[in-house]
């Protein structure tokens, strides 16, 4: 037997063994056929496929199926907005609410090259990995630590950290989707309406003489802004100021009297 013979004989074993076995997968795949909601489809379609598990599941194809049996809420995807609800309501047949403020983050700290250092930290460049030495590298343990845990949990690229070490958002790119919020250790990034124009950049609820002694820009709680607000929309409690939106006026008083420039006016 020459090689050209076994060349052929081994190619159409093979074929038939391939042949074999596509038989056998597609008697398979209509034996083991599992049955989807058709609406679960079409919740997928008019999703935005980011799959960012921004709305608290692994992915768009999970979120679909937990709406279609009603486990999630339509407003679920922060990514695909009020467009969103709208439409994954009509597929549904629910009632959809008006569409609500726009929010984006709001990253409560001015520290970063303004606060200063108790350790010169080498190691990964990971928040949370900072933050387990003796509670971050920072002389203020509420500050941001800058190693950019935010940044890499944004899917859209929407956070960079600025030359002061501090994440800098991009609402261009901004979809609110929350992720930031929830990746950072010290609590600093919260959701915040457009309209609140007025924001005290600080977390810290040490007491002022100590947080002067560190950071530049941190709030001392010396109650010069609520004295100030005309609107009584300031109140400063555990040393720390804080602004009811419901009150402010975006007046600029209080942000004019912060010794500290702690308080800023976001456009």
Do not use: W
Not at 21 to 43: H, Q, R, W, Y
Not at 150 to 169: H, M, S, T, Y
Not at 234 to 241: G, M, R
Request: charged share 20%; proline share 4%; hydrophobic share 35%.
């Amino acid at each position: 037997m020459n090689t050209t013979t076994i060349l052929i004989q081994a190619i159409a074993a093979l074929g038939g063994l391939a042949m074999v076995i596509g038989i056998v997968l597609v008697m398979a795949s209509k034996v083991f056929k599992v049955e989807t909601n058709p609406l679960v489809d079409e919740v997928l379609d008019v999703l935005p496929g980011a799959n960012c598990g921004a709305c608290g599941y692994a992915g768009c194809g999970e979120f679909a199926e937990q709406v279609v049996e009603d486990n999630a809420p339509i407003t679920g995807c922060p990514l695909g907005g009020f467009e969103v609800e709208e439409k994954i309501g009509g597929i549904l047949g629910k009632e959809v609410g008006g569409e609500e403020e726009p929010e984006y983050p709001i990253v409560h700290c001015k520290g970063g090259t303004n606060c200063t250092d108790r350790f010169n930290y080498i190691g990964v460049e990971d928040c949370k990995a900072v933050m387990l030495l003796s509670e971050g590298e920072k002389e203020c343990n509420y500050g941001c630590m800058g190693r950019g845990t935010c940044v890499r949990a944004c899917p859209f690229g929407a956070i960079i950290i600025d030359e002061n070490k501090l994440p800098k958002i991009n609402n261009n790119l901004c979809t609110s989707c929350g992720l930031c919020v929830a990746s950072c250790p010290n609590d600093l990034i919260t959701l915040s309406a457009i309209s609140e124009k007025v924001h005290v950049l600080c977390n810290s609820h040490d007491k002022g003489k100590f947080v002067k002694s560190v950071c530049s820009t941190g709030c001392i709680g010396c109650k010069l802004c609520a004295k100030v607000c005309p609107e009584d929309a300031i109140k400063v409690t555990k040393f720390l100021a804080e602004i009811d939106p419901e009150k402010c006026t975006a007046c600029g008083d209080c942000i004019e009297k912060c010794p500290q420039n702690t308080i800023e006016f976001r456009d």
